[in-house]
């Protein structure tokens, strides 16, 4: 039986270190390049990022010529042109035609100069909107990473309690068991440590919970297991500062991605109107071309040799008077000839006047100006926004900070009291229930002054978020 029993633990020892193997320990730096390079949301800003650039090459590629090569085959039947003689026939004609041409914008309202320069702002546009993704992504990862230190910590306090509980327990036991003490008195042990082992569970759900949430951040496997870091020391307010509101609002103004690029989607949208107004004026290009026809009609004379034609004869004597006239065949020119033969070219330039366009210039500007002016209020709602956000954030740490200063002298109390109650059951002065009474407010004052000291890290670091800093813990 022992040999069986030291099998078994053995066997236990061995799963429980693969298990601890297993489990990958992630600090906060590993969490935030994990969620970089698989967060949904920023592969789908990449792309658009890339869809910019391409527009800019195109752009680019519009001041270029363009150039084009045609080519057609004709059929008819019937009583048609040959666009090689420029002659009607009345028999099946096959024709084909070649050309080569190329256009050059000389000038269209700016309008491909306007669009390459709005190419450009909105490549820098998308940049910044990636790094505004960016610095959301870290506020939601903090919250999620704090809510776990959270739920671990007031894990540790329960199972502390759960320890003094058990240690109670046991010596009220062992006082009942040599007549002591009366075993009704175990009865409020043993509800103590149910509702300690209860308080555990729901803890324990709650880190699972925390889990759940940074996983779904991360975009990681839910089924994955993994165990992060704590960066936090023991007192936080020794290591954080707050800086005044005016302070880091200037900061985030001048530094926060989404406020410079609210300025640059601005400028977009100015170049936007010109680029609508472009359809207001001429458009000159230059053009020029070179192409061949072929046609299975085309023929040329060919002479064979001569024949004696009677053209007259001799008053006098009767006599017939010949001459010799060529001979003459007609043969189709092969296409080979007929290419370089047909051979045209042209040059010139095109001027295109707007009279009337249905308004369709108008109307596109007014949509222009009219994303203009969103794009205006949009800036205007962000620094609204961020002035507003960084005033609540400042408050909240503020607040925070003092809950905690608050927490900390009521956990002092409570663990005071607490001793004190345990000396006073100890010389028979109170009750089990009233030591336990003692013990679940110690464990309150502790769990708020947990939650307190998070809040403050999370509402400091927000601080730092806005102000355009990156949020570590070093």
């Not at 004709?74 to 028999?91: C, N």
């Not at 000038?107 to 491909?112: S, T, V, W």
């Not at 229930?433 to 998070?454: D, F, G, P």
Request: charged share 20%; with cysteine.
């Amino acid at each position: 039986m022992r040999y069986i029993k030291k099998s078994i633990s053995f066997v236990f020892l061995i799963f429980l270190s693969f298990s601890v193997n297993a489990q990958e320990i992630w600090d906060w730096n590993k969490c935030l390049e994990y969620a970089y390079q698989n967060n949904l949301q920023l592969k789908s800003d990449a792309i658009n990022i890339a869809l910019s650039e391409l527009q800019l090459k195109q752009d680019r590629l519009n001041l270029t010529p363009f150039v084009q090569a045609d080519a057609g085959y004709t059929y008819a039947v019937g009583r048609t042109v040959d666009m090689s003689t420029y002659q009607y026939v009345t028999k099946p004609v096959n024709t084909g035609n070649m050309q080569v041409s190329l256009n050059q914008p000389i000038f269209q309202g700016l309008k491909n100069l306007n669009s390459l320069k709005k190419s450009k702002i909105d490549i820098q546009a998308s940049q910044l909107d990636n790094e505004t993704l960016k610095m959301n992504i870290q506020l939601q990862l903090l919250n999620a990473y704090l809510n776990i230190l959270n739920a671990q910590e007031q894990v540790l306090q329960a199972k502390e309690q759960l320890s003094r509980s058990q240690e109670q327990y046991q010596y009220n036991k062992n006082l009942a068991n040599a007549g002591a003490l009366a075993e009704r008195v175990l009865v409020d042990n043993e509800a103590q440590l149910a509702s300690d082992e209860y308080a555990i569970i729901q803890l324990d759900q709650q880190v699972q919970l925390a889990y759940m949430a940074l996983k779904t951040i991360l975009q990681l496997d839910l089924s994955k297991d993994i165990q992060i870091e704590n960066p936090i020391g023991e007192n936080p307010l020794n290591s954080l500062e707050l800086e005044s509101v005016e302070t880091i609002y200037q900061s985030a103004s001048n530094t926060r991605p989404d406020v410079i690029g609210a300025d640059i989607k601005i400028k977009s949208s100015e170049l936007g109107v010109k680029i609508a107004k472009s359809a207001y004026y001429p458009q000159l290009s230059f053009f020029s071309a070179i192409g061949t026809n072929l046609s299975d009609q085309f023929t040329e004379a060919n002479v064979s040799g001569s024949e004696e034609t009677p053209i007259g004869f001799i008053k006098s004597s009767g006599e017939t008077v010949y001459t010799l006239y060529p001979t003459t065949d007609y043969l189709s020119v092969p296409f080979g000839k007929q290419f370089n033969n047909n051979m045209s070219y042209a040059i010139g330039l095109n001027l295109s006047i707007p009279i009337y366009n249905r308004r369709a210039g108008y109307l596109s500007t007014q949509r222009a100006r009219l994303a203009l002016e969103q794009s205006k209020l949009n800036g205007e709602n962000i620094n609204y926004s961020l002035m507003n956000d960084i005033r609540s954030a400042h408050l909240k740490a503020v607040t925070s900070e003092q809950n905690y200063l608050a927490a900390q002298k009521n956990v002092n109390a409570s663990q005071k009291s607490y001793e004190f109650a345990q000396d006073r059951l100890t010389n028979g002065a109170i009750s089990q229930l009233e030591l336990n009474l003692a013990q679940n407010n110690l464990l309150i004052a502790q769990s708020r002054m947990t939650q307190a000291k998070y809040e403050y890290i999370f509402n400091s670091k927000v601080l730092d978020f806005y102000s355009g800093k990156s949020i570590d813990f070093n």
